[in-house]
């Protein structure tokens, strides 16, 4: 079954610090990706997206994501995070086959401390 | 303002006692979801709607019902909600289909006992 896997469900950094949060699929076909954010006590907004073209994407508040095809990943990436960069991020997969299917991963709450 | 709104924000009820949380967006898009957001278990698509009239059955629809009466509103109806389904509900909804963002409401957390 095809699935979205978020290795880090818990990641705790110092402001400042680089920010990688790891994102993988198990579709071989033709995808959308996604990347939103939830906020303490907000709803789900959109960071980024690719659909084709350059497999480097740029979001809101200085976000970043690449898509490896060969590797099945799409990675979020921030060289320096906030305090309010403090959130739920939640990759999320739209798979191109009978009919088309969006997988939420289980999302990676991040904690930045001041 | 574009937005999806949900009513209401919290709930608290009983086992057994039907409720209806209500979705609405004012962005003419043809597509509308709900999900329940679960720790651990990220967002799983309840019922999801391509146009009006038009309804389906996402991952996890045992205990739910949706109507799509029109563009703008899909209601989730709870006939006899259970402890299990405690948990924070978005409503969503996208230009057509979920292969383009999506737009959350705000969540309705409801707490059935």
């Known amino acids: 079954a095809q699935s979205v896997s978020q290795h880090n469900h818990h990641v705790i950094l110092s402001e400042a610090a680089s920010l990688e949060l790891g994102c993988n699929y198990s579709y071989g076909g033709t995808v959308n990706l996604f990347w939103y954010v939830q906020y303490p006590g907000q709803h789900l907004q959109l960071l980024l997206k690719y659909f084709s073209g350059d497999p480097l994407v740029k979001g809101i508040k200085g976000f970043e994501a690449e898509f490896i095809k060969s590797k099945f990943s799409f990675n979020l990436r921030k060289p320096s995070v906030q305090w309010s960069d403090t959130a739920e991020y939640f990759c999320a997969v739209f798979i191109y086959n009978q009919g088309g299917k969006l997988i939420f991963g289980q999302g990676t709450e991040l904690s930045v401390k001041p | 303002e574009a937005q999806v709104t949900q009513n209401p924000r919290y709930l608290i009820t009983v086992t057994g006692k039907k409720l209806t949380v209500t979705c609405s967006q004012n962005?003419?898009?043809?597509?509308m979801s709900w999900y329940r957001q679960d720790p651990g278990l990220g967002l799983r698509q309840i019922y999801y709607s391509m146009n009006v009239e038009v309804t389906d059955k996402g991952d996890v629809p045992e205990g739910y019902k949706v109507s799509r009466k029109e563009k703008r509103n899909f209601p989730l109806i709870l006939e006899s909600p259970s402890p299990n389904q405690t948990s924070l509900y978005f409503c969503a909804s996208s230009l057509s289909g979920t292969k383009h963002e999506q737009y959350f409401g705000p969540g309705t957390r409801l707490t059935v006992t």
């Open positions: 962005m003419n898009h043809e597509y």
